[in-house]
């Protein structure tokens, strides 16, 4: 037998079968382990929150989710909070791009400001766009008790995300494939659309679905800034948190399960976009 056809028989026989695991004791440990882990911290308590709404039936179910201040509050927050993800798919990358790819002073002081967001207790967040943004702003600009200081609280919060996540990978592309593509006579934004977007998209869609289910979430940035104003600057963990305090758990677990179903969707809806992009390019 020749020594090509002993290295087929060794590769064959080393073939993984199709639709069989190799797990050892070891790794099927580590996975039972952390099944059990993700299981108590996120799908027992999500399970939890499902049946808690599911407990007063449907009319109630509807009834609470249709109530003019719960869908007021349910709609200025997934607006604002989809509003807030486009702007950062947007401006994320761009200031990736200037951290990555320039060279200037006070560079690393901008990395430091980035991650503030992500460090600065919400309340606290919440404290310093109100001295900034409130009655008494020094800039001159008031937003307080307006619609559009939950945009800018959302917009303070979700900025890491997508800088923190496209940054590392454009760290990593190769400058010699941009080079031969422009030396083969591509334009930059040829270069850009068919070389760099294809590697970011998936770290783009990642921050995005981020950025979005911060938002949703959010609580303590806006809670000073808005005002809790029903019918206008009212956000869905506001509603939430007062149906905890009036003893409403089914009316606060039916909200809950509501920004969930969005959150699920959005982030599909995301993970589908980027890898029709990723095919296609």
């Not at 702003?137 to 800018?152: E, F, K, Q, R």
């Not at 009212?234 to 939430?240: D, G, L």
Request: hydrophobic share 55%.
């Amino acid at each position: 037998m020749t020594t090509a056809a002993v290295a087929s028989t060794r590769s064959a026989g080393n073939r993984r079968p199709g639709g069989r695991t190799n797990l050892t004791r070891g790794s099927a440990l580590g996975l039972g382990v952390a099944m059990l882990w993700f299981s108590l911290l996120v799908l027992i308590p999500l399970c939890a929150v499902v049946v808690t709404a599911a407990e007063g039936g449907w009319d109630t179910f509807w009834t609470t989710i249709t109530n003019g201040q719960t869908a007021a509050a349910i709609r200025l927050t997934v607006t604002a909070a989809a509003v807030v993800t486009v702007v950062n798919v947007v401006v994320g990358p761009m200031i990736a791009w200037v951290l990555v790819r320039d060279r200037f002073w006070g560079k690393g002081a901008l990395e430091l400001l980035i991650d503030i967001p992500f460090a600065l207790p919400t309340i606290v967040a919440g404290l310093v766009l109100l001295s900034l943004y409130g009655h008494d702003s020094p800039l001159g600009i008031d937003v307080a008790n307006m619609p559009s200081s939950v945009y800018l609280a959302y917009l303070f919060v979700t900025l890491p995300f997508v800088v923190r996540m496209v940054q590392p990978v454009l760290e990593q592309l190769e400058l010699d494939v941009e080079e031969a593509a422009a030396s083969l006579g591509a334009s930059r934004f040829t270069t850009f659309r068919r070389i760099i977007l294809p590697s970011l998209t998936p770290a783009i869609a990642a921050g995005a679905a981020l950025s979005f289910a911060r938002g949703v979430s959010e609580y303590g940035s806006l809670v000073l800034l808005s005002g809790n104003l029903p019918f206008k600057t009212e956000v869905t963990s506001v509603r939430i948190l007062s149906s905890v305090e009036n003893n409403n758990l089914a009316g606060a677990a039916a909200v809950a399960t509501v920004l969930l179903v969005i959150s699920l969707l959005v982030i599909v809806l995301l993970d589908v976009l980027q890898r029709r992009v990723a095919v296609r390019d």
